[in-house]
């Protein structure tokens, strides 16, 4: 359960929550992010509950997160295999899956969503479970970008409210932003701030402005890019190349973009676009709208910009 730096005085009162040490956590989405997120937290000595709306969908993520602990031993504990066997079935025992979240959220101190793109969809999730979770329970969003005040508008914990928005692949990639709204408490924030520490990531602290840090200056770029094969100006092939060759990037934009999920990077600009119909740099593009009315998806679906399978 949580530990408190200070005494809790009268009941629950927001204000008098203080820093609450992250030990048990529900992690809602077993898709890419989540299953990676529930991977470090296991693997950093965290008791994790892995949520989403079907048992297959469960599977696999647990599945998946075997096979990537395999790979981190063989680099990690190359000299140790049994060390590394005892890395690998501990982070496991730390995990455990559910189809209910209402029914888990009893012992969480932290509740971490990675479900889909969707403001309605987020707000409904949390607005339940505000209701569920006890009250020093930290509700925080993965969203690429969606406002935290709007996702958060639907619970009654404003205060204990953030964002932590993480990197795909989150076993690899070192940062998280960790963003705080207007009403986020310090004390939430510091929570927060300390729970990416223990998971060795590098942090940094970020408004609730649209993308943050990191994704208000990529999501052009990809569009952008796009654009630019739109207009027939270079081939995917030749592009990637040379941002890879050219820019030192470790993958070229159609891959990267096919990597992330055509889908999401649709829903991201959807929102942007409809807040920003003025603003060239957020206009929609043809091509993308049909690669995921096609469902090709990127790489999650076997095609996207290219094809996988
Ligand atoms: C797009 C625009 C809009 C976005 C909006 C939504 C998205 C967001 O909100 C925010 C985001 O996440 S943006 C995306 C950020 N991610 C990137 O930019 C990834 C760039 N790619 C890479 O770093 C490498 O290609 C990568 C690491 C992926 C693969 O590297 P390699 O090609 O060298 O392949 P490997 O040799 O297989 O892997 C390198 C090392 O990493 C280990 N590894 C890879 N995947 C892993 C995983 N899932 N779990 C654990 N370990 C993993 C792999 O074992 C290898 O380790 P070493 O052997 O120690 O080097
Ligand atoms: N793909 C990426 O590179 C990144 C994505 N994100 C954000 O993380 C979130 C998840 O993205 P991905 O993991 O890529 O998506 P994904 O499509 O791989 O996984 C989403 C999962 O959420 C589940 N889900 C949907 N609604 C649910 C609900 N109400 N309750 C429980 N589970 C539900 C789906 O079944 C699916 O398994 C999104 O908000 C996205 O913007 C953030 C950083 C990077």
Redesign the pocket.
């Known amino acids: 359960m949580a530990f408190f730096t200070h005494q809790i005085c009268r009941g629950f009162s927001s204000s008098a929550v203080r820093n609450v040490v992250i030990k048990h956590v529900t992690i809602i989405g077993g898709g890419q ?1 989540g299953a ?1 997120i529930a ?1 470090v937290a296991a693997s950093t000595g965290h008791s994790v509950t892995l949520v989403d709306t079907n048992e297959d969908i469960l599977k696999k993520a647990v599945k ?1 997160i075997e096979g ?2 395999k ?2 031993v ?2 990690k504990f190359a000299d140790k295999p049994e060390a590394g066997e005892e890395f690998i079935q501990k982070a496991l025992q730390n995990v455990s899956t559910s189809t209910d979240a209402g029914s888990v959220v009893q012992g969480s101190d932290l509740v971490l969503e990675a479900i889909v ?1 969707n403001l309605k969809i987020k707000q409904d999730l949390f607005g339940g479970l505000d209701k569920l979770a006890p009250a020093h329970t930290i509700f925080a969003s ?4 969606l406002p935290i005040t709007d996702i958060a508008s639907s619970t009654n914990r404003l205060d204990r409210f953030g964002g932590l ?9 070192k940062l998280v932003e960790v963003i705080a709204t207007s009403a986020t408490s310090q004390e939430t924030f510091d929570s927060l701030l300390n729970f990416s520490k223990k998971l060795g990531k590098t942090s940094v602290s970020c408004k609730d402005t649209p ?1 943050f840090i ?2 208000r200056l ?2 052009p ?2 569009m952008e890019v796009i654009r630019m094969y739109e207009r027939g100006d270079g081939s995917k092939e030749d592009i990637d190349i040379a941002m890879k060759l050219g820019c030192g ?3 070229g ?1 159609f ?3 096919d ?3 055509l889908d ?2 649709k829903f ?1 600009m959807d929102g942007w676009s409809a807040a920003n119909p003025d603003n060239p740099v957020f206009a929609q593009s043809e091509l993308l709208t049909k690669l995921v009315a096609e469902g090709k998806l990127g790489k999650k679906t076997g095609e996207g910009f290219y094809k996988y399978k």
């Not at 928005?165 to 990639?173: A, C, W």
């Open positions: 992010m990676g991977q998946g990537n602990l790979r981190v063989k680099k793109e993965n969203t690429s970008s928005h993480f990197f795909n692949p989150v076993p690899v990639m993308g990191v994704n990529l999501l770029y990809i990037y470790p993958m934009p891959e990267l973009a990597y992330v999920g999401t990077i991201i």
